[in-house]
């Protein structure tokens, strides 16, 4: 067995040694101060003014500033230069394009830029987040290990708040989620939940919502035994505004409905309604009818919407045209009229809303009014259930077997037997 010779530690390296243990402390003390200010939840600011403390106070690094990407570059601390660096809106392509760490000297800057001596980059998963610029001499230890610990302190102090940032943004999108969630609940409670079945009428809605809310309607309300109205509409616009626009507009229709039967005064008070109510230019496009069983008498005003094909047994068909222009658009509407007729016995009546016509096909072809008459012609004995399938299959077809359309699709159908 060999021994190893004790040999006394040099003065300069026991000086070096101690030097290094200092140096380490210091760094254990600043990632642990900087590691409770993230745990304690603490904002942004106070990150940054530790972030500066530690690098100034503990580690002796006097000149300095911090460049963080969000949208775009911003300067985020800068202490010991004689140029705010804070009021630069980009950094320099020579300094966004380093990957590495780079000697100012070796770059093509002017002459504020010649206050740093090291450029260091901060990345996380290989994407820079942040640039670092300092000079001065480090009177505690090598450059390299000065270098090495501002980068490593920097990447805490930057990771931490980009991962706050996410999670904030997660937040934010999981609370309009809900949003969204509990507003698509209640409009599938403004749609009627039952519709008239019996010997003189049947009647079959469907709604295929562009998004996960949309702005169509359709409505169907008992006025007293012999009549009902209904009603298809659409709201310019889609989202969260125009669902809130047709909620609007549904509540204002059954509150009016409660003090008149004029079918007159009605669309004139809807179109007041929308018109206050309205916000970013929308208005809504609807067909209005009401129908007595009794007297087999249909009448309806068309405020500006898609003309519904009425289907006789003949199959000849009219376009139910007349009424009104579209609401919110005028304070006072410009011309009004009620159109009246008996409607045929075993006649189809088919509302709609445009999602249905102007669905295009990549020879930007629309599916348009005339394929959809043509289809009703073809289908007509079908039941109503199975012909909305079929339409919206066709539509399909034709967009060339997608499910997504550009808009809402409503179909409000009534057989007349």
Not at 49 to 70: G, P, S, Y
Not at 75 to 98: A, H, M, Q, R, W
Not at 200 to 228: N, R, T
């Amino acid at each position: 067995m060999t021994l190893k010779s004790s040999l006394p530690i040099p003065v300069a390296d026991a000086a070096d040694v101690k030097k290094e243990l200092n140096l380490k402390k210091l760094e254990l003390a600043a990632l642990l101060e900087i590691t409770q200010a993230i745990n304690n939840n603490l904002p942004e600011y106070s990150l940054y003014k530790i972030f500066h403390f530690t690098l100034l106070a503990q580690l002796h690094i006097n000149r300095l500033t911090l460049f963080v990407v969000d949208d775009d570059w911003e300067c985020k601390v800068c202490f010991g230069t004689s140029y705010n660096f804070k009021k630069l809106d980009e950094l320099p392509e020579s300094i966004t394009s380093l990957s590495e760490t780079t000697f100012i000297s070796d770059l093509n800057l002017d002459k504020k830029w010649q206050e740093f001596e090291t450029v260091i980059p901060v990345f996380q998963n290989n994407k820079i987040l942040a640039f670092v610029l300092i000079g001065n001499s480090l009177a505690y230890y090598s450059d390299i290990a000065a270098l090495s610990f501002v980068q490593t302190i920097s990447n805490i102090i930057i990771v931490a708040m980009q991962n706050r940032k996410l999670a904030r943004q997660r937040l934010a999108e999981e609370a309009i989620r809900n949003e969204i969630k509990i507003a698509r609940e209640v409009q599938t409670m403004l749609f009627p939940r039952n519709l008239p079945n019996n010997e003189q009428i049947v009647v079959h809605a469907s709604y295929i919502p562009h998004s996960s809310i949309g702005g169509d309607y359709y409505d169907c309300v008992i006025m007293d035994q012999d009549q009902f109205l209904f009603c298809i509409a659409d709201v310019s616009g889609k989202g969260v505004p125009a669902s809130l626009l047709m909620s609007n507009f549904q509540a204002g229709l059954r509150t009016i409905l409660r003090q008149t039967d004029d079918l007159v005064k009605v669309v004139t008070e809807l179109n007041h309604l929308i018109y206050n109510n309205a916000i970013a230019e929308k208005f809504i496009t609807s067909f209005l009818g009401i129908y007595n069983h009794k007297t087999r008498e249909l009448q309806y005003i068309n405020a500006g919407h898609n003309a519904p094909v009425m289907l006789y047994e003949d199959n000849s068909c009219q376009l139910l045209t007349e009424g009104s222009t579209m609401l919110g658009i005028f304070e006072e509407l410009p011309f009004i009229s009620v159109t009246r007729f008996k409607v045929p016995h075993k006649s189809l009546l088919l509302c709609y809303t445009d999602g249905l016509t102007e669905v295009f096909n990549q020879q930007e072809d629309e599916f348009g009014l005339d394929n959809t008459v043509n289809f009703l012609k073809n289908s007509r004995y079908l039941s109503l259930p199975k012909l909305h399938e079929e339409l919206l299959e066709e539509i399909k077809n034709h967009n060339q077997g997608s499910n997504s359309f550009e808009d809402d699709i409503t179909l409000l159908s009534c057989r007349f037997k």
